[in-house]
């Protein structure tokens, strides 16, 4: 279904009780849309109230599908289905929002294995509608400087190889362990969940896997080293506190963000709080991130759920891992 010129994009929402749903609400009000129906079998979700209290609301996935078709039958239909969502219901509710007239607008991870992808790609030529996903970082003024700068490097020395440590730590609580977020199966798993967008920024630095390892495994932490067309990188992801440097952790933070390319620390901290709209607002242009742009970082993060574990070697050794070990 085209949108009409004259009105302003309509958007249905899943998962609306979770956690990354505001930013979408404030994203759609603030690159002028509007929020026709959301769904989420929680009912706490007085958050509307905050962004568009007139929204239609359902618990039920029949009922809230039922609603989006007959709103097409009466010429009314969304424009996009909005999906926050977990992990494991990405791919079903994308499929939704296809079968419903409408492009899918999905939070990272866009789906939990490759096959997904290609099976999207199918249902896009039958439908004839879109899916997009949220790749922020692309988005990010720090980084889009910095992808300009080493494309510049590049240019000017082809056979240039950056050597790369990428160290992501984010303390969660025992909530953490007993959700949908520590189940493999349903998460994908930590690098999945959590560090899905850090390989997609990676791959849009500095091209294509040719290689991957995978030493540490488990539920708290995830580590390894990647080689790209471009760059070396060390990286570790956790949600252990544990790992957290002691100065700061002397401090009472529990997260730990830290990137470094030729050994010069990349700050991208700030500037996070307009992200979300301005991938909307490019979606909504027509020029929003495909599933072609998504594949690379879901072909990693898949292969780091299923490779045997390889030992370290001098090399290739996050060196956050080395020294609590």
Same mark, same amino acid.
């Given at each position: 279904?085209?949108?009409?010129?004259?009105?302003?994009?309509?958007?249905?929402?899943?998962?609306?009780?979770?956690?990354?749903?505001?930013?979408?609400?404030?994203?759609?009000?603030?690159?002028?849309?509007?929020?026709?129906?959301?769904?989420?079998?929680?009912?706490? &979700?007085?958050?509307?109230?905050?962004?568009?209290?007139?929204?239609?609301?359902?618990?039920?996935?029949?009922?809230?599908?039922? !609603?989006?078709?007959?709103?097409?039958?009466?010429?009314?239909?969304?424009? !996009?289905?909005?999906? /926050?969502?977990?992990?494991?219901?990405?791919?079903?509710? @994308? *499929?939704?929002?296809?079968?419903?007239?409408?492009?899918?607008? /999905?939070?990272?991870? @866009?789906?939990?294995?490759?096959?997904?992808?290609?099976?999207?790609?199918?249902?896009?030529?039958?439908?004839? %509608?879109?899916?997009?996903? @949220?790749? %922020?970082? =692309?988005?990010?003024?720090?980084?889009?400087?910095?992808?300009?700068?080493?494309?510049?490097?590049?240019?000017?020395?082809?056979?240039?190889?950056?050597?790369?440590?990428?160290?992501?730590?984010?303390?969660?609580?025992?909530?953490?362990?007993?959700?949908?977020?520590? =189940?493999?199966?349903?998460?994908?798993?930590?690098?999945?969940?959590?560090?899905?967008?850090?390989?997609?920024?990676?791959?849009?630095?500095?091209?294509?896997?040719?290689?991957?390892?995978?030493?540490?495994?488990?539920?708290?932490? &995830?580590?390894? !080293?990647?080689?790209?067309?471009?760059?070396? +990188?060390?990286?570790?992801?956790?949600?252990?506190?544990? !790992?957290?440097?002691?100065?700061?952790?002397?401090?009472?933070?529990?997260?730990?963000?830290?990137?470094?390319?030729?050994?010069?620390?990349?700050?991208?901290?700030?500037?996070?709080?307009?992200?979300?709209?301005?991938?909307?607002? *490019?979606? +909504?242009?027509?020029?929003?991130?495909?599933?072609?742009?998504?594949?690379?970082?879901?072909?990693?993060?898949?292969?780091? =759920?299923?490779?045997?574990?390889?030992?370290?070697?001098?090399?290739?050794?996050?060196?956050?891992?080395?020294?609590?070990?």
């Amino acid at each position: 279904m085209s949108k009409p010129e004259n009105r302003s994009a309509r958007f249905a929402l899943t998962g609306a009780s979770g956690y990354i749903a505001p930013r979408h609400m404030k994203a759609i009000g603030d690159s002028g849309g509007q929020l026709i129906a959301a769904l989420d079998p929680f009912d706490s &979700v007085g958050i509307l109230d905050s962004y568009s209290p007139d929204t239609e609301f359902f618990t039920q996935a029949e009922e809230f599908e039922k !609603y989006l078709h007959q709103l097409r039958r009466d010429g009314q239909g969304i424009d !996009y289905l909005s999906i /926050c969502s977990p992990n494991y219901l990405h791919d079903p509710h @994308i *499929r939704m929002a296809l079968r419903s007239g409408a492009d899918a607008l /999905c939070e990272k991870p @866009i789906v939990l294995h490759p096959e997904d992808i290609d099976a999207l790609k199918e249902l896009e030529q039958e439908t004839g %509608q879109r899916v997009w996903t @949220i790749l %922020q970082l =692309r988005v990010h003024p720090a980084l889009v400087a910095l992808k300009e700068r080493l494309d510049a490097e590049f240019a000017a020395d082809p056979g240039l190889k950056k050597d790369v440590e990428l160290s992501y730590v984010t303390g969660r609580g025992n909530w953490y362990m007993r959700s949908w977020k520590n =189940r493999l199966e349903q998460s994908g798993g930590l690098a999945t969940n959590i560090g899905v967008h850090f390989f997609d920024m990676l791959v849009w630095f500095f091209g294509d896997m040719q290689r991957l390892e995978v030493h540490e495994r488990s539920e708290t932490l &995830v580590s390894g !080293y990647l080689e790209l067309e471009r760059a070396r +990188v060390k990286w570790m992801l956790s949600i252990d506190t544990d !790992y957290v440097p002691a100065e700061l952790a002397a401090q009472g933070q529990r997260t730990y963000r830290s990137i470094t390319v030729g050994g010069e620390e990349i700050e991208f901290s700030g500037g996070f709080t307009d992200l979300h709209t301005e991938v909307y607002k *490019r979606t +909504v242009a027509g020029q929003g991130f495909s599933l072609d742009d998504t594949r690379p970082a879901i072909e990693i993060v898949s292969q780091i =759920r299923n490779l045997d574990l390889t030992q370290p070697s001098n090399e290739t050794a996050h060196p956050l891992i080395g020294q609590r070990q």
